[in-house]
């Protein structure tokens, strides 16, 4: 029983920044895992970050380390994803995802994850 809702997308040029935000409500601490996802039109949803809350570990997509952090506010029950350095590429709808299992092997795969959130655009132009 968690429900989540993400904000913060926009326009923004090549080599700028975001943060997106994830809030949490409902039993906040029942899930074991908040993801970000993207997906660009034609594309399927791909992972791009994930934050265990059993072991405080954190993951990311190839494609976007040493640009794109993720980090949480216990007392917000918010989960952000710092996105830096932002390319034309990146441009999708970005959505927090909940699992209310933990497994560090499934961080990327879609389907494991239990409560999604509705999605916030991103576009970064060149």
């Known amino acids: 029983q968690v429900q989540l809702v993400e904000s913060g997308g926009g326009l923004v040029q090549a080599g700028g920044s975001l943060r997106l935000s994830c809030a949490a409500s409902?039993?906040?601490?029942?899930?074991?895992?908040i993801a970000w996802f993207r997906q660009a039109p034609g594309k399927e949803r791909e992972a791009v970050s994930c934050?265990?809350?059993?072991?405080?570990?954190?993951y990311y997509a190839d494609s976007v380390k040493g640009r794109f952090a993720i980090s949480r506010d216990n007392d917000k029950h918010t989960v952000y994803l710092q996105m830096n350095s932002l390319k034309p590429e990146d441009t999708a709808v970005y959505y927090c995802?909940?699992?209310?299992?933990?497994?560090?092997?499934?961080?990327?795969?879609?389907?494991?994850?239990?409560?999604w959130g509705q999605g916030t655009q991103v576009t970064v132009s060149s």
């Open positions: 995802a909940a699992a209310l299992t933990w497994s560090s092997s499934a961080w990327s795969s879609a389907p494991w994850y239990d409560y």
């Open positions: 409902g039993f906040t601490l029942n899930y074991y895992a």
């Open positions: 934050f265990s809350t059993s072991d405080g570990m954190t």
